[in-house]
C-alpha cells in the first residue's frame, strides 16, 4: 500500500520568507506527483504536476522537484504572502489513476 | 481551462435520509471519474472510480451498497449516501480525468460538506 507523508504538519512564517515543503512516498513506481493547494471548506487547486520522467517542474514563484529514487517530493515557495496561506497537499499518482494523498501541511504566511 | 462542478456544496439532512451528490465535466468528456472523502484533519482517501456504462470499482473498506454511484454520461457521475448516519458525515470531492488525453492532471471538484444530524 502507498503511503504518503507531508512534513511538516503545519509552519507558520512571516512575510517574504522562502519556505520548503516535503513529501514522501513509500513505492516509488509512481506515475506522477502532483501539489494542490486546499483553502478552508473548499476543494483543490492543482499547483504543479511532475511526470515521473520529470525531475521539476516551476510556476511564478513555486518550484516542485521529484526524487523517485529516494522517494521524496519537495515543493519550495519563493518570497511568501499572507494570501499563500493555506494547506498544501502532496498526491502520488500510481498506476495513472489512483490517487494516494499526504496528510498535507498547514501554512500561515503573517504579514 | 477544464472545470468539474460539484452540487450541492452543502448539505444538511437527518440520519436516515439518501443524499445524492452530482459531479460534472463542463467543458470535457470524463469517461473516468474518482469520489473522494475526506474527514476532518484527514487527508483525502480515494472512495471508488465512477466509470462511464459500468459498474463503480470501489477501494477497500467502502460499502458499495450504502454508497451508490452512477456515471450515466460522459459528463455526469453521481454519488448517492443511502440512509446516511453522522459518522458519514464528512467533505466528499469528485476529480475528472479528460478521455484520450493521457498523462494530463485530473480535475476536482470544489467538494460537497455533508452533514447528518
Known amino acids: 500500500k502507498q503511503e504518503v507523508t507531508q512534513i511538516p504538519a503545519a509552519l507558520s512564517v512571516p512575510e517574504g520568507e522562502n519556505l520548503v515543503l516535503n513529501c514522501s512516498f513509500t513505492?516509488?513506481?509512481?506515475?506522477?506527483l502532483q501539489w494542490f493547494r486546499q483553502d478552508p471548506g473548499k476543494g483543490l487547486t492543482s499547483l504543479l504536476l511532475i511526470q515521473s520522467s520529470q525531475r521539476e517542474q516551476t510556476s511564478g514563484r513555486l518550484n516542485a522537484s521529484l526524487d523517485k529514487s529516494s522517494g521524496r517530493s519537495t515543493l519550495y515557495i519563493a518570497a511568501s504572502q499572507p494570501g499563500d496561506s493555506a494547506t498544501y497537499l502532496c498526491a502520488v499518482i500510481y498506476n495513472f489513476n489512483k490517487f494516494y494523498f499526504g496528510s498535507g501541511t498547514k501554512l500561515n504566511v503573517k504579514p | 481551462g477544464a472545470v468539474v462542478s460539484q452540487h450541492p456544496s452543502r448539505v444538511i439532512c437527518k440520519s436516515g435520509t439518501s443524499v445524492k451528490i452530482e459531479c460534472r465535466s463542463l467543458d470535457f468528456q470524463a469517461t473516468t471519474m474518482f469520489w473522494y472523502r475526506q474527514f476532518p484533519k484527514q487527508s483525502l482517501m480515494l472512495m471508488a472510480t465512477s466509470n462511464e456504462g459500468s459498474k463503480a470499482t470501489y477501494e477497500q473498506g467502502v460499502e458499495k451498497d450504502k454508497f451508490l454511484i452512477n456515471h450515466a454520461s460522459l459528463t455526469l457521475s453521481t454519488l448517492t449516501v443511502t440512509s446516511a448516519h453522522p459518522e458519514d458525515s464528512s467533505f466528499y470531492i469528485c476529480?475528472?480525468?479528460?478521455?484520450?488525453?493521457?498523462?494530463?492532471?485530473?480535475?476536482f471538484g470544489d467538494g460537497t460538506r455533508l452533514s447528518i444530524l
Open positions: 513505492d516509488s513506481a509512481i506515475y506522477n
Open positions: 476529480s475528472a480525468r479528460q478521455t484520450e488525453i493521457s498523462n494530463q492532471p485530473q480535475h
